[in-house]
């Protein structure tokens, strides 16, 4: 069966701190990997990596892809408390009709 | 370019009563997915529907159904409501064909009393 794993389920850091946030998969035929932001209701997209675009980046958010081990991180430099959020990651597999998606990790940034 | 939007933004009904929830996809995109996501949990894929048939369906009983309509508005119906069935319903658009960057409505928050 398809699973997508997030590790860790919850982060607590303070301002100013580096997070590093783990997504790992077991997806039959992997096209792609997504991050998604979620504070109070609709995620929003942040990441989309492929076979074709392993590393993105923007602003203080970066994300790599492992296609080896499977997995995948979302870096965040410098957090702010406005980066609190529940992230999220999504993988499309052998049917490109849905999403499978983790648990996500719960972010918490104190002042 | 408008978003996706979703009403109502919440509801309250009693178990065995039935609901209908309701989604406007981006504009521009053809294909529409609801998801179910409970406290503290990733989002759950119900159905997908494109050019107005059902596309594909997640572990969910048929008490829930959908519809899509010739402009790529959406539905989802719940009969015979359960309490787990208290939960945040997100419908996402995308465009079939291309890559599966998903934008997410603001969701509705059906709790079931």
């Known amino acids: 069966e398809d699973k997508v794993v997030q590790s860790p389920l919850s982060l607590v850091v303070h301002e100013g701190d580096t997070v590093t946030l783990n997504c790992s998969y077991e997806?039959?035929?992997?096209?792609?990997l997504l991050w998604y932001k979620q504070e109070k209701k609709a995620p929003t997209f942040l990441f989309m990596l492929t076979s074709s675009g392993i590393e993105k980046k923007s602003g203080r958010l970066s994300s790599i892809l492992d296609k080896k081990e499977l997995s995948s991180i979302l870096n965040i430099t410098a957090t702010q408390t406005g980066d609190s959020a529940i992230y999220l990651c999504?993988?499309?597999?052998?049917?490109?009709?849905?999403?499978?998606w983790g648990a996500g990790t719960k972010l918490i940034i104190k002042p | 370019e408008t978003g996706v939007t979703q009403s109502p933004t919440h509801l309250i009904k009693t178990r065995g009563q039935q609901v209908t929830l309701r989604c406007s996809s981006q504009s521009g995109h053809n294909t529409v997915s609801w998801y179910q996501q409970a406290l503290g949990q990733g989002p759950q894929f119900i159905f997908q529907?494109?050019?107005?048939?059902?596309?594909g369906r997640g572990n969910f009983p048929p008490r829930f159904s959908g519809l899509q309509f010739p402009n790529y508005s959406s539905e989802l119906n719940v009969n015979a409501l359960e309490l787990d069935d208290s939960a945040l319903y997100l419908c996402?658009?995308?465009?079939?064909?291309?890559?599966?960057?998903?934008?997410f409505g603001p969701g509705t928050r059906l709790t079931v009393l």
């Open positions: 999504a993988v499309e597999g052998r049917s490109n009709y849905q999403l499978i």
């Open positions: 529907y494109y050019r107005e048939e059902e596309n």
């Open positions: 997806v039959t035929n992997f096209r792609s």
């Open positions: 996402a658009s995308s465009w079939k064909g291309r890559d599966l960057i998903t934008v």
